[in-house]
């Protein structure tokens, strides 16, 4: 099962900024934190990851707080471009060593004019 | 950029047929995934793997097996496709065994079985 939740759905105007946060009580101490952008008909891309306090690069920025057990991600000044599914993750070790990564249902993200 | 290359974008199988999905990395990563994506559920795990000839079930492998004889190619067999596996398969790649190596998706192959 995944390990976060997240809201189901958000609205924004094109110029806003967008906070989209997820909870992952149960995040264990190495877990990362990884958020994924994916428009339709295409696989999910890689937007930031993080392990604690915050992250920044071109597209977006990470929110994590001291405890870890919630992220919030922020799209400064989103356009029309930007309406997509985003989905927040953590890792999860898999039972032969390997490590496997865990999608939940995603954040639908509608931008309009 | 890393590129994921899955082999067919869309495929049309009959009941009963046993189907393969290929899919190929070309960065030497280690761990390959298998997803399917179903409206409202989001991306399920089938298979992964972190080494050749390396495998482990994911939440929903029933059905399914996979293949890894080579680093760079894991495929995903249906060994006899069933109706209720019409969906969207993706592909998946990541560097190293850490949970902060990204995943690199393909771009799918819409998989309908009639």
């Known amino acids: 099962l995944a390990k976060t939740t997240q809201p189901i759905s958000m609205d924004s105007y094109e110029g806003q900024e967008v906070n989209i946060t997820c909870s992952h009580n149960n995040i264990a101490t190495n877990d990362y934190i990884t958020w994924y952008q994916q428009f339709p008909s295409q696989g999910p891309r890689f937007i930031i990851q993080?392990?604690?306090t915050k992250v920044t690069n071109e597209v977006a920025s990470l929110f994590i707080p001291a405890d870890r057990k919630s992220s919030t991600l922020s799209l400064p000044r989103v356009s029309l471009s930007d309406t997509a599914v985003y989905y927040c993750?953590?890792?999860?070790?898999?039972?032969?060593?390997?490590?496997?990564?865990?999608f939940g249902a995603g954040t639908r993200l509608f931008v309009k004019a | 950029d890393v590129k994921v290359t899955q082999s067919s974008r869309y495929l049309v199988k009959r009941t009963g047929e046993k189907v393969f999905l290929e899919c190929v990395q070309d960065?030497?990563?280690?761990?390959m995934f298998w997803y399917r994506q179903d409206p409202g559920l989001g991306l399920r795990l089938i298979y992964f793997?972190?080494?050749?000839?390396?495998?482990e079930k994911g939440d929903i492998p029933e059905g399914y097996s996979v293949s890894r004889e080579k680093k760079e190619r894991f495929s995903l067999i249906l060994e006899s496709a069933s109706t209720n596996q019409t969906s969207m398969y993706l592909c998946?790649?990541?560097?190293?065994?850490?949970?902060?190596?990204?995943?690199?998706f393909g771009n799918g192959t819409r998989l309908t079985v009639t």
């Open positions: 793997s972190y080494d050749v000839k390396m495998k």
């Open positions: 993080g392990y604690k």
């Open positions: 993750l953590v890792g999860d070790k898999g039972n032969t060593g390997g490590f496997k990564t865990i």
């Open positions: 960065m030497d990563h280690e761990n």
């Open positions: 998946a790649s990541s560097f190293g065994m850490e949970t902060n190596s990204p995943l690199h």
